[in-house]
Nanobody
Framework: QVQLVESGGGLVQAGGSLRLSCAFS????????MAWFRQAPGKEREFSAA????????AYADSVKGRFTISRDDAKKTVFLQMNSLKPEDSAVYYC????????????WGQGTQVTVSS
């Protein structure tokens, strides 16, 4: 069974940076598309970034494009989210998610890590 554990959240001032990590436990990490979602209080969970299992193609929400970078280390079975130029509106619980191969849905989720950006 796949388990995802996020880390790296915290409190940072606007304009600062944080790097989130998501440790994957299970088999065939290199066949999973990995993604980061976030959910702010009173709002729905929204997509932030994803990195594919084949060739490592990336995708970003417009709200984070140019500021966030998603990457993966298949040897360490870890995915990262480098967040730069943080804004108060980036404050949210950030969730790591995994989707196997060509499946449509993200079936595995972490417990989330809190990111708070002060103005």
């Amino acid at each position: 069974q796949v388990q995802l554990v996020e880390s790296g959240g915290g409190l940072v001032q606007a304009g600062g940076s944080l790097r989130l990590s998501c440790a994957f436990s299970g088999l065939r990490f290199n066949m999973y598309t990995m993604a980061w979602f976030r959910q702010a209080p009173g709002k729905e969970r929204e997509f932030s970034a994803a990195i594919g299992w084949k060739g490592g193609n990336t995708a970003y929400a417009d709200s984070v494009k140019g500021r966030f970078t998603i990457s993966r280390d298949d040897a360490k079975k870890t995915v990262f989210l480098q967040m730069n130029s943080l804004k108060p509106e980036d404050s949210a619980v950030y969730y790591c998610a995994a989707r196997f191969g060509y499946e449509d849905n993200y079936n595995f989720w972490g417990q989330g890590t809190q990111v708070t950006v002060s103005s």
